[in-house]
Each structure stands twice: as C-alpha cells, then as structure tokens.
C-alpha cells in the first residue's frame, strides 16, 4: 500500500469518527439514573409488621449502600392496591448508572452480613418474609428527562 493512501485513508477514519463522536443524539430525552423498582403484596393485616421489618434492615442495608457511593437513593412507597391482586408497596432504589450494578453482590453480600448476620440468618429473615408478603414484581428502569 503507497503512503498517501495510508494517510488519505486515515484521515479519512479520523474524520468519520470524529463526526461520529459530535453527533447528537435524535433522542427525545436524555439519559438519568438507574432504578431498581420492586412491587410488594403484604398480607392482610401485615403492613405494619412487614414495614418494620423493612426499617430495620432494609433502611440500615440501603443507607450503609449510600455511605459507600454505590447507592444514590432510595424510596418506599405505601397506597392502597387498586385491585385485590395489586401491589401496595413498592421499593425504589437508584443507582448513578448501569455500570454501578457491575460487581453488586460483592459490595452488598458485606453488608446483610453485618446488618443481618450468616448465611443461615439470612435464609431464616427470608421465610420470616414470605409470611408477610408476596414479591408480584421486579423491574429495572432507567430515568430520563425529556428534552
């Protein structure tokens, strides 16, 4: 191959992909944060119990997550199921992008340690759940502004 052709050629690919690099996205929106969604049915008559269960190690595990950076924030929120196989809880928490869930059981599996203990711990806080409510759903969303 002759040198001019090598230099053409790669001024060539230097242009393309610098224009590549300035282009602007067509999107309606610009991308956010990651959020974590997860819809939660208590038992009649459990929302309370469930709710304090939450507060004592969710609350604890989410807020250690944040003092570490791999949380941004998080929320709970409570209403009434609009039908009798609808959620009344749902848990939210955000992460600063999709990269930040890369390697998460590593940071969080230190964490239930600490806030709940052993494995053996773990598994029996677990069935303790499941006689309070039922997970309908999970979901993994991202946030967006719109432009």
Do not use: H
Request: proline share 3%.
């Amino acid at each position: 191959m002759n040198k001019s052709l090598i230099i053409s050629t790669s001024i060539a690919l230097s242009t393309l992909f610098t224009g590549v690099c300035l282009a602007q996205s067509d999107a309606p929106y610009t991308e956010g944060t990651v959020w974590t969604i997860t819809m939660v049915k208590t038992k009649p008559g459990m929302t309370d119990d469930y709710l304090k269960g939450l507060s004592k190690s969710l609350k604890a595990s989410l807020e250690e997550g944040k003092n570490q950076g791999f949380i941004v924030s998080y929320k709970v929120l409570l209403g009434e199921a609009s039908t009798p196989s609808d959620y009344n809880i749902m848990t939210m928490v955000e992460f600063k992008n999709m990269a930040a869930l890369d390697g998460l059981r590593a940071k969080t599996d230190p964490i239930a340690q600490k806030m709940i203990g052993g494995e053996d711990q773990q598994r029996e806080a677990a069935m303790k759940r499941t006689e309070l409510r039922e997970i309908l759903g999970s979901k993994l969303m991202r946030e967006i502004t719109l432009k």
